[in-house]
Each structure stands twice: as C-alpha cells, then as structure tokens.
C-alpha cells in the first residue's frame, strides 16, 4: 500500500476537495471547532500529566498555537460573513478513538493519546495541502499552505514525545497499528462537503 508523504497508509479520497471546495462555508466552520478541540486536547494533556514538565511546555505553545488558528479561522469567517453555528459530531474523531486501548501503564496511556493526536494531526495536514493546491480562493489557499505546514509540526511533536516516553520500537510498532485500522476506517467513512476530516 502506497503511503502519503505523511506516513499515511492511504491519501484522502480525491473527490473530498471538490466537492469541500464548493461548500467551503461548511468547512471553515468545522474547521474552526477541529481548532478548538486540538487546543482543548492539549490542554487535557497538561492537566492530565502535570508531572512532564516538558509535556506540560510543549503543550502550552501548541495550545497558543491551535487557539491562534482558531482566531484566524474565525476571521476568516466573519470576512466572509459567515458565523461559527453549533457545533458537529466529528465523525472521524469519534471512529479513531476506538483505536486507543485501554489500561496499561501511565505512560502506555500518555503514548496513546499521543499517537491520536499525531493522526489527526497528519489528516488535518493532508487536508491543509488539498486545500492549498486546489482550491481558486487565492487568500485560502495561501492560507491552508500556513496551516500546513504548522500542522505537520504537531504531527512531529506528538510523535517525538511517543517516542521519548515509550521508546523507538514500542512506539513506532503501534504507531504502524494505528496506521492500519485508521486506513481501515477512511475507507468507509462517508465523504462529505462539510466536514475538515
């Protein structure tokens, strides 16, 4: 199976740009609430493991970070006359979430919410790099470059720590599984104008 440039085991559906391009409404404003959740997952990690300073550093910048995103979706939005909404079920997030298991050990669970994060990460900037290279809004397009290359530094980030944690071997053998049953997922996942993933 041919991989994506981001370690992923298969690439979105091409179709998902075109028809994301002609409702891009709908995905500014599930956008704008992905944005929200990465910042409110990097705060859960910091409370969560207050103990790894190092953790609770990196963290505090992503949080700025994915807020700051957040804002400049926002604005966007409102250039465009168009408001935030209620937000929706993310289901992609929920069909990943399956992926984690359950017990082990403090740091066995710190790495699986870890490598969640680095996936959806890695989705989000494939996404991104769909958006940049097809999209005719040249001010979106320069934009989704941005948040591209931002967002594959989170996937790296997400994945070092793994690795600093739980080692190379251990993290990387279920980063491969993580891989394989999200692979499985996109597969049936429905692919729709109004959602990011």
Known sequence: MEKTTLGLNLPTDPRWVNIAEKDIAEILIDHAYC??????????????????????????????????????VLEKMKNRGISLGRKRNDEYVAAISKILKSGGSRDEQLVEKLLLNALIEARSCERFKLLWQNIED????????????????????????????????????????????????????????????
């Open 35 to 72: 944005e929200q959740k990465a910042a409110s997952s990097g705060i859960s990690l910091i409370v969560t493991y207050p103990e790894r300073e190092d953790l609770v550093e990196i963290m505090t910048d992503l949080v700025a970070e994915e807020w700051g995103h957040f804002e400049r």
């Open 138 to 197: 040249e001010d979106l397009s320069k934009f989704y470059y941005e948040l591209m290359v931002s967002e594959a530094g989170h996937y790296h980030t997400f994945l070092d720590l793994a690795k600093k944690y739980k080692g190379e071997e251990y993290t990387m053998k279920r980063w491969g599984e993580f891989l394989e049953k999200e692979a499985e997922i996109m597969k049936n996942l429905e692919v729709r104008s109004d959602r990011m993933h």
